[in-house]
């Protein structure tokens, strides 16, 4: 067999006895981000409601360990610091970005913004958060000052921002189906790639920095070489807008989500299938796992019994049956 088909049976052999779901009723209102800690001990969730929710993995499950309020508006996306296990950032609609320190158990810095956040990304090296609002304006913290270190005004839709592993290029998706490649910090225009015909929606980078990913209005997802900026291939299992996209740690699969009522979960090197999870709504949100092949994620699920209600839940995939 060829080394990519040997790869393809094992990959696909493992979830076959790896496909338990575990679930924890995480919040009062829909859940918009999960993320792990660096460390893979932690999970966090952001809400609607408000709150940043942080769970303990254990051997076969995770279980719920803080709630943190503060923010007065719906907590849209979260980051945790690439390194530092203990620190936590994240965006909301209240035009402030937090960082909590979850060793401490409280929030440690509040930086006011000018608008209502939706995204957020921690630089790789730690030094800077970027957060996006709905105004399609960028604003970059320096964590040691917690001071603003530059805005940047866009002329399009804002979807999504992510960094190389180096640190020094920021990529932002925009409405128009482009990337656009900053250099950073001097925030100059260094590339703009057409990846879709659609939206860009989400991008996401692979931990081992050979590739990145985008999703698309078209329910289409373009796997990229980071070095060479080419599109490698592009995978079309799902039928609707990919609004996320999560690599595991060894950058060997790559898991879309959308309205889909399921999950796909490829390989990487080839795009074929090795699994996919089945759900009951719209999946916001999907995060690998640092270290093992657990993969979190938050549908639009509503309560069994009274279907008006969203029921706040977080879902991690993965675990043996």
Not at 152 to 181: K, R
């Amino acid at each position: 067999m060829a080394p990519n088909n040997l790869a393809l049976e094992e990959l696909r052999g493992y979830f076959k006895t790896h496909g338990k779901i575990r679930e924890q009723k995480a919040h009062t209102s829909k859940v918009h981000s999960v993320g792990w800690s660096c460390d893979g001990r932690r999970l966090a969730s952001g809400s609607f409601d408000k709150t940043v929710a942080v769970y303990t993995l254990e051997r076969d499950r995770v279980s719920k360990e803080n709630t943190y309020r503060g923010h007065t508006g719906s907590v849209d996306q979260l980051c945790w610091h690439a390194t530092n296990a203990d620190l936590l950032s994240t965006a909301s609609g209240d035009k402030t970005v937090r960082i909590w320190d979850i060793r401490a158990g409280k929030c440690s810095t509040v930086t006011n913004t000018k608008g209502e956040n939706i995204n957020i990304s921690w630089s790789p090296d730690g030094k800077t958060i970027a957060v996006g609002n709905k105004e399609d304006l960028v604003t970059f913290i320096d964590t040691r000052t917690n001071k603003i270190r530059a805005e940047e005004q866009f002329n399009f839709e804002v979807n999504e921002i992510a960094w190389n592993n180096t640190s020094d290029l920021f990529f932002l998706t925009n409405g128009m189906g482009c990337v656009h490649i900053l250099s950073y910090p001097s925030l100059e225009l260094q590339h703009v790639l057409k990846a879709h015909p659609a939206t860009c929606i989400c991008i996401e980078f692979d931990p081992t920095g050979k590739y990145f990913a985008t999703g698309s209005a078209d329910a289409l997802v373009s796997l990229w070489d980071a070095n060479e900026l080419a599109c490698l291939r592009v995978l079309s299992r799902l039928d609707w807008p990919v609004r996320t996209i999560s690599f595991s740690h060894d950058g060997k699969l790559l898991a879309s989500a959308s309205e889909d009522l399921l999950i796909d979960i490829a390989h990487t090197e080839t795009g074929e299938k090795i699994a996919d999870v089945t759900v009951d709504a719209a999946t916001f949100t999907v995060a690998w796992h640092p270290k093992q092949y657990l993969l979190a994620y938050a549908c639009d699920d509503k309560e069994g019994n009274d279907r008006r209600r969203e029921a706040g839940n977080l879902k991690v995939f993965g675990f043996s049956e």
